[in-house]
């Protein structure tokens, strides 16, 4: 295990936005083992309720109720926990949007700085040509540089100016982004033979997402009846205001496709993808919600 001087020293190799992203995804790992202690918790609590049941049955006293008491205020720290876990992990979205915004303004004032100490330069080439024309001459004459279709010879200080305004875009667009509550994970079927690829794409979405505990019964729900065991899958998780979109959201197995008849002329196979699609059933909604 990481000494607390290691763990800030790696912190603090990490750029603002690099360590805003870590965190996002560190709260929705914790998000997963709260929701795990939770689900113990409970186990427990159900045994020590029916233990302190057979102790007052009985006329004994061996500690279940004050045990069912303990596991009790547990839960509910848990409950506080998970609360707490979900909006530090929404802050520190808005910490890596912030942090990703002044990168932006430090590479627009970066090109900016350039801009003017090209113009600097040329201005007096262009007062030089000026008088030997007879004529004005400004920057904007190297807005009329003629260019060839793939664009070789564009002016440095155009270029730097193009480079600025497309930053400025980004600047504009992030700026207004808000954390959305609707959204699509779509992953696989490359490299993801398990539910853990799932939760690592749900814990670095950056959006409210449905509850860890929701989606691991969304993908027990998906495929109830059968196994996938470590079988290659895709998984499209969407969701609508936090809630789990049970019609559009599916694991789709690829080794499980089956073929079906088919043809116009004559009979023929070809694969039948909805034999290898698994969905939740419609009740879920209700339970993920």
Not at 202 to 224: Q, S
Request: with cysteine; glycine share 8%; hydrophobic share 40%.
């Amino acid at each position: 295990m990481k000494s607390v001087e290691e763990k800030e020293t790696q912190a603090s190799a990490l750029t603002p936005v690099e360590q805003a992203a870590a965190e996002i995804a560190q709260f929705g790992r914790r998000e997963l083992e709260l929701v795990l202690d939770r689900q113990a918790k409970a186990g427990q609590m159900k045994e020590a309720e029916e233990r302190a049941g057979a102790e007052y049955l009985d006329g004994q006293s061996g500690g279940a109720v004050d045990k069912v008491l303990k596991l009790q205020l547990e839960l509910a720290a848990i409950g506080r926990a998970g609360d707490l876990c979900h909006a530090r992990r929404l802050a520190a979205i808005t910490r890596k949007w912030s942090a990703e915004a002044s990168e932006l303004r430090e590479q627009i004032a970066g090109k900016q700085e350039q801009i003017e100490a090209l113009q600097a330069k040329t201005a007096v080439h262009l007062a030089a040509l000026s008088d030997l024309e007879g004529v004005p001459y400004s920057n904007e004459i190297l807005r009329s540089q003629p260019n060839d279709l793939n664009w070789k010879h564009v002016p440095r200080s155009v270029a730097l100016e193009r480079g600025a305004r497309a930053l400025g875009d980004r600047l504009e667009v992030l700026e207004r982004r808000k954390i959305a509550t609707s959204g699509v994970i779509d992953i696989g079927p490359d490299e993801v033979t398990g539910i853990e690829a799932l939760l690592a794409a749900v814990a670095a979405h950056e959006g409210e997402t449905p509850g860890i505990e929701a989606v691991l019964d969304w993908c027990a729900a998906c495929e109830r009846g059968t196994s996938f065991g470590e079988l290659a899958r895709r998984y499209r998780l969407a969701w609508k205001e936090g809630t789990i979109d049970v019609c559009e959201s599916y694991t789709l197995v690829p080794d499980l496709v089956g073929s079906m008849l088919a043809g116009i002329h004559g009979v023929s196979e070809r694969p039948d993808v909805n034999s290898a699609t698994f969905r939740a059933d419609a009740s879920f909604r209700v339970h993920a919600t």
